[in-house]
């Protein structure tokens, strides 16, 4: 089992590195040495557009970064090798310190089979190191077909304009593009909750409305134990502090996470927020708490959930209406399929020895996700990605 999450930085694109939260001496960590000169760096290395089994259009975009301490100026971008590779724009100007510029690079596989391979050079008056280039790579492997009368997917008599690709119904010319989503707002790190007595001090309540209380799940004994005080979350008072603040108050703040599961089977949800919560799996909503009510955050509320092996995307936000504020989730599992039908068999379950995802994975990343902090994407485009946050576009028109 393997977790990863959305977290966010200031621009990137989903082949980016890193997407933890840094503070201002973030160019001094993760192995990058503080620049004292004019320096860009190109990533990612190589952009690999992947391997394709019908012609396609698609772009990537490469991430150009000043890391040095002085301005540069960029005299141009260069494509060379095959063919297939295209620049949507030029890129000529300064660049900041510290500033990161996109540049998207289109590949059109064409209709024979074959690996493609290239390079993105920029060229810029940086004195020790004038150029940085990245290796791009791609490749279209055709589907063998049958040797028989073509099928009415298969007729051949759907023509394409430049930049588009038969779809495989045969029926449409599709073109997608991609570009890196946008942070909307202010970024704020996670943080361990403030402790509260109250948070789970009625301990879990499930479904059928069993409630077991122990020190595990809490108990109402004017200790700050139970599972929302253990795995509970929400933004920093100030970067670096251990806990978290009030803020933001009457804001939906969160972030998505993608799960690996291993195997199929039932699985359990532990959720609680103050005051509000919502959680969702693979863009379906499964729990949500929209009212004010103490019970929110009285219980840890417990409910059963089914899975396939493979990756999925859990989504977990909450809601400060006032005061101190916090939210928690965890997943635990598999259990064997059909093992969780009632209250009974989910409290027999091994729920603390199965958990394979808490909140408290995401401490100190951040929360790029809510109405007010958020992914951002153009009109047109929709927000995808698992490793990395992406807009994606996508245009059809009939066949010529």
């Given amino acids: 089992m ?33 620049a004292s000169a004019a320096a860009l760096t190109l990533s990612p290395d190589p952009m690999d557009f992947g391997s394709w089994t019908t012609p396609t259009t698609l772009t990537r975009v490469a991430t150009l970064e000043n890391v040095g301490d002085v301005e540069v100026q960029v005299s141009g971008a260069l494509l060379s090798g095959s063919y297939t590779f295209s620049l949507l724009e030029s890129l000529t100007g300064a660049i900041a310190p510290g500033e990161q510029v996109s540049i998207v690079v289109n590949y059109a596989t064409g209709s024979e089979a074959g690996v493609h391979t290239g390079s993105l050079t ?24 049958d040797s028989g009368a073509p099928g009415p997917d298969e007729s051949g008599d759907c023509w394409c304009p430049d930049g588009f690709a038969v779809d495989e119904s045969g029926e449409l010319c599709v073109s997608e593009w991609m570009e890196p989503a946008r942070p909307l707002g202010e970024v704020m790190e996670v943080c361990r909750i403030e402790p509260y007595r109250a948070y789970s001090k009625f301990g879990a309540l499930y479904p059928g409305g069993s409630n077991v209380r122990d020190l595990y799940w809490g108990q109402d004994d004017d200790l700050a134990n139970g599972r929302l005080n253990s795995v509970g979350v929400w933004s920093c008072w100030r970067e670096g502090e251990p806990e978290g603040s009030i803020e933001p108050i009457g804001e939906w703040i969160g972030f998505n996470v ?12 532990g959720l609680g927020g103050d005051n509000r919560v919502r959680f969702a799996v693979d863009g379906s909503m499964f729990m949500e708490q929209l009212d004010d009510e103490p019970r929110n955050f009285d219980y840890w509320h417990m409910n059963q959930i089914s899975l396939t092996a493979g990756t999925h995307i859990i989504a977990i936000e909450g809601y400060n209406a006032g005061s101190i504020a916090g939210f928690g989730a965890e997943l635990a599992g598999p259990f064997p399929e059909g093992s969780l039908t009632d209250d009974a068999s989910m409290q027999a379950a091994d729920y603390a020895g199965s958990i394979i995802w808490s909140t408290l994975d995401a401490l100190g990343s951040a929360f790029p996700l809510g109405d007010s902090v958020s992914w951002e994407c153009p009109d047109g485009m929709v927000l995808e990605g698992c490793e990395e946050p992406v807009c994606v576009g996508r245009d059809e028109i009939p066949c010529g």
């Fill in 258 to 269: 993608c799960v690996d599961v291993d195997s199929d089977g039932d699985y359990l949800i």
């Fill in 122 to 145: 920029v060229e810029s008056d940086a004195p020790e190191q004038p150029t940085v280039s990245v290796e791009l790579i791609g490749a279209l492997e055709l589907a063998e077909t």
């Fill in 2 to 34: 393997a977790i990863r999450g959305w977290v966010a930085i200031l621009v990137c694109g989903v082949g980016c590195s890193d997407y933890g939260f840094h503070g201002e001496d973030a160019t001094n960590k993760g192995g990058r040495q503080q």
